[in-house]
């Protein structure tokens, strides 16, 4: 079955304790990214990569970190995790640019005290 | 820089009303437009998308117009149905950044009640 899968779904960390989010796709997907969704403020993009080892920031980068060293996983990074990083985080995953069609995950809810 | 603004909700409707959702959008280039829909508990999912001027997409019974004049791509049902209510999300992709950023819109949340 074609998806993108995102761990841990759900996570609850204090601040200043390095997280990563797994996120993998298996259907040899280019183009990745990283949003999350704040209630009133809707998806606003973290990072994104156009393929492996070519990653570029979005709109909300500062205190996230990501990587692509293999095509079908893209992880993000909280080096040092604040409140106000808590949020809902998607991945998803579209062939080509971000034109296509877009594959999300089902979401991770993070709550950082 | 780019922006996309919906319509604020919730927007409450009784099964079988006719649905619009608003949406506007301010883009450096000739953007391609989108509608996700978001049901509870799930990631998002491509509803319809537009690419140029007066395409219209549609799905499931939805459907939108891109209107270029007016920079709109509002989205439209007929009768809606119980299991329509969900958050629906318009998005634009920009060819000026290399279609690489997606900015996506606040949010608007259907509930349809029987």
């Known amino acids: 079955e074609a998806q993108v899968t995102q761990n841990p779904r759900y996570l609850i960390t204090v601040t200043g304790k390095k997280l990563t989010v797994t996120c993998s796709q298996n259907?040899?997907?280019?183009?990745m990214s990283w949003y999350r969704q704040d209630p009133g403020l809707g998806l606003r993009q973290i990072y994104y990569?156009?393929?492996?080892?070519v990653t570029d920031k979005g709109d909300v980068p500062e205190g996230y970190k990501v990587s692509r060293k293999e095509k079908r996983n893209f992880p993000l990074i909280l080096e040092s995790p604040s409140p106000n990083q808590t949020s809902l985080y998607f991945c998803?995953?579209?062939w080509g640019k971000g034109y296509n069609e877009q594959f999300f995950g089902p979401g991770t809810r993070l709550t950082v005290l | 820089g780019n922006s996309v603004t919906q319509m604020e909700g919730p927007v409450t409707l009784s099964e079988e009303a006719f649905l619009t959702i608003n949406c506007t959008y301010t883009?450096?280039?000739?953007?391609?437009l989108f509608w996700y829909v978001q049901y509870p508990g799930e990631g998002l999912q491509l509803l319809l998308k537009?690419?140029?001027?007066?395409d219209k997409g549609s799905n499931k019974g939805f459907e939108a117009t891109y209107r270029k004049e007016t920079t709109s791509f509002h989205l439209e049902k007929g009768s809606v149905q119980v299991s329509d209510s969900a958050v629906y999300f318009c998005?634009?992709?920009?060819?000026?950044?290399?279609?690489?950023?997606?900015?996506f819109g606040t949010g608007t949340k259907l509930q349809v009640i029987p």
């Open positions: 537009a690419t140029k001027a007066d």
């Open positions: 259907m040899n997907h280019e183009y």
């Open positions: 883009a450096t280039g000739y953007p391609s």
């Open positions: 998803a995953s579209s």
């Open positions: 990569s156009m393929n492996v080892e």
């Open positions: 998005a634009l992709s920009d060819p000026s950044g290399g279609y690489q950023k997606v900015t």
